[in-house]
């Protein structure tokens, strides 16, 4: 398969791969593709056999311990980028957490301990990364994290998941906002509906595919292969003009009420 971008010299940071089958991991495989030298993390020892093999596949040489609620662990990960490779290109976040009571109540019911802590992981990491990766990014860069259709519409069983994803996409724009004066740019990559481990801590996520399918004008879901082609072009210069967008990566599912 031709690459959709050329990102040969760039070197990008990737965080959230679970597995092979993690958007993380498609997104992953097509900055490869492209020609880009990656960087890995992984949550902690008990996932690190699921991400291992993903990283080998990929010829990654940093592969790297981090959970962003453990003090320090993500500082870690650049200071090693920074005495590795003095410079980051690119970087994709796609990490979310919520403790799975508070994830399986309605919105009214969730606690303020869980709605912190899912707004934290989920969201306020991606701004802790932009803070730590921008002074790498000394020739401009590219921001990115994954996203979903309920930060913008109410999508059932999504509950806090909703409301923290929205305040990720505002950060989205801040951000560009904020660092287009070092020309680095910011986007939230607004995936479909996909069958992942971490989607499968929302309640009747079967159900929820069959939804999105049934609405979707092509009758098809969109795989991580499509959303990592998407992050490449993301990736690379030439969406500079886009920046602060959420750009949508399912089949136009979004665009049918």
């Known amino acids: 398969m031709i690459p959709i971008v050329d990102l040969t010299g760039k070197r990008g940071l990737v965080v959230g791969i679970a597995n092979g089958h993690s958007i993380a991991a498609g997104c992953a495989g097509a900055f490869r593709q492209a020609g880009a ?9 008990k996932a690190l056999p699921f991400v291992q093999p993903v990283a080998e596949g990929l010829g990654t040489a940093l592969l790297l311990p981090c959970d962003v609620r453990i003090p320090g662990q993500l500082e870690a990960v650049f200071d090693r980028i920074a005495g590795d490779w003095g410079r980051l290109d690119f970087l994709l976040h796609s990490i979310a957490f919520a403790p799975r009571e508070d994830l399986h109540a309605s919105l009214v019911d969730c606690s303020a301990e869980g709605f912190a802590m899912a707004m934290d992981v989920s969201c306020h990491s991606f701004i802790r990364m932009a803070k730590l990766a921008a002074p790498l990014m000394t020739e401009g860069g590219s921001l990115m994290t994954v996203s979903f259709y309920g930060a913008d519409r109410v999508v059932e069983n999504y509950n806090l998941m909703g409301p923290v994803k929205a305040a990720l996409e505002s950060s989205v724009r801040y951000l560009a906002a904020d660092l287009a004066p070092r020309r680095i ?3 939230a990559i607004s995936a479909g509906a996909i069958r992942t481990r971490a989607a499968s801590g929302i309640d009747r996520f079967d159900d929820l595919l069959d939804r999105v399918r049934a609405r979707t004008p092509s009758g098809r879901l969109v795989g991580i292969e499509d959303v990592g082609r998407i992050a490449a072009f993301l990736a ?3 969406a500079a003009p886009m920046s602060g967008s959420v750009v949508h990566a399912d089949n136009g599912a979004h665009t049918v009420a």
């Open 236 to 238: 690379s210069e030439a």
């Open 37 to 45: 030298e990656l960087a890995l993390t992984y949550l902690n020892d």
């Open 185 to 187: 740019r910011a986007f």
